[in-house]
C-alpha cells in the first residue's frame, strides 16, 4: 500500500504509435522509459532516469515520431523490453537502499501505461513483470483529493493541474522528461503545505482471474460488460483474461457462448470490476489474439446473466471448490458410468474428491446428453486427461478440453431447460394432407438434365456454387439449386443442380468434374430427377451407379406406415412428422424490381410425411436474377407456419399453392405481423413477450427465424391482435433497446 511506501517513482512510457490519452489503443510496443523517485519523508527529489526499449517490429508512426521527437536510430541500438524492465529494478531498488528506505510505490499519470501498455506487451511476450507494476497511484486522482474543483479527472492535465496551483509549466521539450518533471513538481506541492496530502488510495492489477459462480438473482451493472467476438474455439476463461490482461476482471466474470448445438460460438461476455476497466476493455477492439483480431462491444448485464447465471445447488456445489481445472468431455456412451469415465482418465489424473468432482449433465426427465465435467485439483492432472482427447470409452471416442464456471451453467441451463430449445413455438396441430410426392421437390423424370455435386465445402453458399458453375450458371433452371443438409441441419457436402437440358447437365459434368472450390475439389455428376430424389431419400449415386436408400423405396411415395391415410386431409400433429432442426425450410423472398414471377421462384414450404431417420434434407436456394441475399430459412418444424407467412405476405403464391393458403390458419386471426430485425442471438420467446408486454401477446404469437445452420438469425415475426395495436407497438417499442441493441420493426402489410 502506498500509505506504508516510503517513496514513490515517477513514472512516464511512451509507445510506437499512439499516446497520451490513446497509449496503448493500437497495440503499438513501448519505446521509452522515464522515472524519478521522491522521497515522501524527506521530499527529496532523486536522479531522472530516462531508457529507450527495442521493439520487434522496428518502425515508428508519423504520430509517434511527431509527438516524441524520436527516430528509428534512437531505438535501434537498445535493449529489449524485458532487458529495460530488469534495469529499471535494478536501478530503482538500488537508489531506494541508498535513501535507507525500505519500499516504494508508482505514480502515473492516469493509468494507461500500466494497464493498457506494460501489463497487455508483458503478457503476448511472455515477461514476468516485476511486483511493483501490479500496484500504483494516479496522480489525478490525488490532486483532486486536494482540489475536489478542479474538474472531473477525465478532463485534468498536468498543465492544468500546474496553472490551477499557481505552478509554472516545464520548459522542457524532450517528452517523458517534461511529464516526469510536471508530476514530481505537482507531487512536492501537495506533500507541502497546505495540503499535506498523504497516498492512501492504491490501484492494484490482479495477478491472475478468479474463476467462480454467479447466481440468476445477483445483481450485475450493464456498464461492466462486454462482449467479445472472433475468439478461437478452444479459447478458456483464462486466455480471455489473458487478453485482458492489465483490466481487473471480476470473480467468475468470463462466461463464454455457446450455440445451439452446445458449442462454443467464438463469442464470451465479460464482466469487469467497474466502468472504468470496462471503457479501457472497449479499447481493445480489434487487438489481436494471435493470429485473430478480436472485436469487442457494449453488452448488458441481463445479457451476461442469461449466459452465465444459474440456480441449481447440484451445480453450485460442484463449482464451489475453489482453484480447480474444470475440463469438460463430450461424446460419452450414454450407458457410461462414473466407475467407467474415473478408469478412462486413469490415476495419473485423479479427480478431485473422487466422485464429487464429476459431473454428468443430464436431461430433465434424467436420460445422459453423452457431456460431463470433471473438476482436477492442479494443472498437471488437467493436462494429463487432455491426453486422453479421442481416445476410446465403450465403441465412441471422447473429447475433452478446457472449460469454464460459466460454461457449466450455461451446459446445464441449456440441457435443463423445458423445453430443450425453448425459442421455438409449441407445434399447433395442423391439417396436413397425405401428398405422393413432396410439393418441394420437382416431378421425378429419368430425364438426365441434373448434376450433382459431392464434396462441397461445409461453408460453402450459393455465391460459391454460381462462381465454381462459370459460365455454365446461364443453363441453371429456375428455382433449381438444392443445397442438402444432414440430419442435424447441417451443410452435407452435397448439392443438386437442375439444368435446362440433358446436354448441358453432360457438359457441366465434364467441365467442372474436380475443379477445386476453397482449396477443395468437387466432384460432379450427372444424373436424373429421379435419381436426386432417393439420394435426398438416403440412397447414393456416384459413378458406380445408384444405391437404393435404407428404406428400399424406389421412388418418393409414401412409406407403408402411411398407406391406410386417406388421400384427403388427416389431423396429425407436427411434432409427429418433424424432428426440430431437421429441415430448413426458406421463408419468401422480399419484394424486388424484377418480373412478378421472380416471386414464385421459391418453392412453397409445406408440411410432408416422409421422415425417417436416414433421409436426408434439403435447403433450396433461388436462381439468379434473384439475389440470393433475399432468402433466410426458418428453425424446423416451421412448416405449416413459413407456408402461412408465406401465404400472407405473397398471396399470388397462396393462390397457386392451396396447401400453404390452407395452412394458414395456424397463424392467429385475425392479426397483423410484426417483423422484428437486429436481434442478439441467444434471444428467447420469453424476452420478446417480455420486450412487448402490455400489447395482448401470447407465446404461440412469436415465431423466432433461423439460419439453415440452426441459428437464430436476428430475426422474429410477431403476430399481433390486430393492426392498430401492432402500429402502436412499432411507434412505441421502435425506440427502445432490446437488451442493449438497437432493432427495427418492421409492419408486414
Not at 527529489?45 to 516524441?68: N, R, S, Y
Not at 416431378?443 to 455465391?463: K, N
Amino acid at each position: 500500500m502506498a500509505s506504508h511506501s516510503d517513496t514513490l517513482v515517477v513514472f512516464f512510457g511512451a509507445t510506437a504509435g499512439a499516446n497520451g490519452g490513446k497509449l496503448g489503443s493500437d497495440e503499438r510496443e513501448i519505446i521509452l522509459l522515464v522515472w524519478q523517485i521522491v522521497d515522501l519523508h524527506e521530499k527529496k527529489v532523486g536522479k531522472l532516469h530516462k531508457c529507450f526499449a527495442k521493439p520487434d517490429t522496428l518502425e515508428l508512426t508519423d504520430q509517434c515520431k511527431e509527438e516524441t521527437g524520436l527516430t528509428l536510430e534512437d531505438v535501434l541500438n537498445a535493449e529489449p523490453l524485458d532487458k529495460v524492465l530488469e534495469q529499471f529494478q535494478q536501478s530503482v531498488s538500488s537508489e531506494v537502499k541508498c535513501l535507507g528506505r525500505s519500499s516504494y510505490t508508482l505514480l502515473v499519470n492516469g493509468p494507461l501505461v500500466v494497464r493498457q501498455a506494460l501489463h497487455p506487451e508483458a503478457s503476448k511476450k511472455n515477461l514476468v513483470l516485476p511486483e511493483c507494476f501490479f500496484s500504483f497511484v494516479d496522480v489525478r486522482k490525488e490532486f483532486l483529493k486536494c482540489c475536489p474543483n478542479a474538474g472531473s479527472v477525465q478532463k485534468l492535465t498536468l498543465s492544468s493541474m500546474l496553472d490551477y496551483v499557481g505552478l509554472p509549466a516545464v520548459s522542457e521539450q524532450m517528452m517523458g522528461v517534461r511529464e516526469v518533471s510536471s508530476m514530481v513538481q505537482l507531487l512536492l506541492c501537495i506533500l507541502d503545505e497546505p495540503y499535506n496530502h498523504k497516498f492512501f488510495c492504491v490501484e492494484t492489477v490482479n495477478f491472475k482471474f478468479d474463476s467462480g459462480t454467479c447466481s440468476k438473482t445477483e445483481p450485475v451493472d450493464s456498464e461492466t460488460v462486454i462482449r467479445a467476438r472472433g475468439l478461437p474455439w478452444q479459447s478458456s476463461d483464462q486466455d480471455i483474461a489473458r487478453f485482458f490482461k492489465g483490466l481487473n476482471i471480476a470473480k467468475g466474470g468470463v462466461a463464454l457462448c455457446l450455440n445451439a448445438q452446445g458449442r462454443r460460438n467464438g463469442e464470451a461476455l465479460v464482466r469487469f470490476i467497474n466502468s472504468e476497466h470496462r471503457d479501457l476493455a472497449l479499447e481493445r477492439h480489434k487487438h489481436h489474439m494471435g493470429s485473430r483480431y478480436i472485436e469487442v462491444y457494449k453488452a448488458t448485464g441481463e445479457e451476461f446473466l442469461k449466459i452465465a447465471g444459474g440456480t441449481s445447488n447440484e451445480v453450485a456445489q460442484f463449482l464451489s471448490k475453489e482453484n480447480q481445472v474444470i475440463i469438460r468431455m463430450r461424446g460419452l456412451p450414454f450407458t457410461a458410468t462414473t466407475q467407467e469415465v474415473l478408469s478412462f482418465l486413469g490415476p495419473e489424473s485423479p479427480v478431485t474428491d473422487d466422485t464429487e468432482g464429476l459431473l454428468f449433465v443430464k436431461y430433465p426427465d434424467g436420460r445422459p446428453t453423452g457431456d460431463a465435467f470433471v473438476l482436477f485439483s492442479c494443472e498437471e492432472y488437467a493436462q494429463n486427461a487432455l491426453k486422453k482427447h479421442k481416445q476410446i470409452l465403450g465403441k465412441r471416442y471422447i473429447e475433452l478440453f478446457r472449460s469454464t464456471a460459466a460454461e457449466v451453467q450455461q451446459v446445464l441451463n441449456r440441457y435443463m431447460s423445458t423445453p430443450l430449445i425453448s425459442t421455438l413455438p409449441p407445434s399447433p396441430i395442423v391439417p396436413v394432407p397425405v401428398l405422393t410426392t413432396p410439393p418441394f421437390l420437382p416431378a421425378a423424370s429419368s430425364t438426365r438434365d441434373c448434376v450433382r455435386l459431392r464434396g462441397l465445402p461445409y461453408t460453402a453458399g450459393i455465391e460459391d456454387i454460381l462462381e465454381f458453375m462459370g459460365e455454365h450458371t446461364v443453363d441453371i433452371k429456375t428455382h433449381g439449386v438444392h443445397m442438402v443438409l444432414n440430419q442435424q441441419g447441417r451443410p452435407s457436402g452435397d448439392a443438386f443442380i437442375q439444368m435446362k437440358s440433358p446436354d448441358k447437365a453432360f457438359l457441366v459434368a465434364q467441365k467442372c468434374h474436380k475443379k477445386t472450390m476453397k482449396d477443395r475439389y468437387v466432384e460432379v455428376f450427372q444424373c436424373s430427377t429421379e435419381e436426386m430424389s432417393i439420394v435426398l431419400m438416403g440412397g447414393t449415386l456416384n459413378r458406380s451407379g445408384l444405391s437404393p436408400p435404407p428404406c428400399k423405396l424406389p421412388c418418393l411415395s409414401p412409406p407403408a406406415a402411411y398407406a391406410a391415410f386417406p388421400t384427403p386431409p388427416a389431423i396429425l400433429s407436427e411434432a409427429a412428422l418433424y424432428q426440430p432442426p431437421l429441415l430448413a425450410a426458406p421463408r419468401p423472398p422480399q419484394t424486388t424490381v424484377h418480373s412478378p414471377a421472380h416471386t414464385l421462384a421459391y418453392y412453397p414450404p409445406q408440411p410432408h410425411l416422409y421422415m425417417n431417420m436416414n433421409m436426408n434434407y434439403t435447403a433450396y436456394y433461388p436462381s439468379p436474377p434473384v439475389s440470393p441475399s433475399t432468402v433466410s430459412y426458418f428453425a424446423a418444424p416451421p412448416g405449416a407456419m413459413a407456408a402461412a407467412v408465406a401465404a400472407q405476405a405473397h398471396p399470388v403464391a397462396a393462390q397457386a399453392h392451396p396447401a400453404a393458403a390452407a395452412a394458414s390458419s395456424v397463424l392467429p386471426q385475425p392479426g397483423a405481423l410484426v417483423r422484428m430485425q437486429g436481434l442478439p442471438y441467444n434471444t428467447g420467446v420469453k424476452d420478446i413477450l417480455s420486450f412487448f408486454q402490455g400489447y395482448q401477446l401470447q407465446p404461440d404469437a412469436v415465431l423466432i427465424l433461423y439460419n439453415f445452420s440452426g441459428q437464430c438469425s436476428g430475426e422474429a415475426l410477431i403476430t399481433f391482435p390486430n393492426e392498430d395495436i401492432a402500429r402502436r407497438a412499432i411507434a412505441e417499442r421502435s425506440s427502445h433497446p432490446f437488451y442493449g441493441q438497437q432493432i427495427h420493426l418492421v409492419f408486414c402489410n
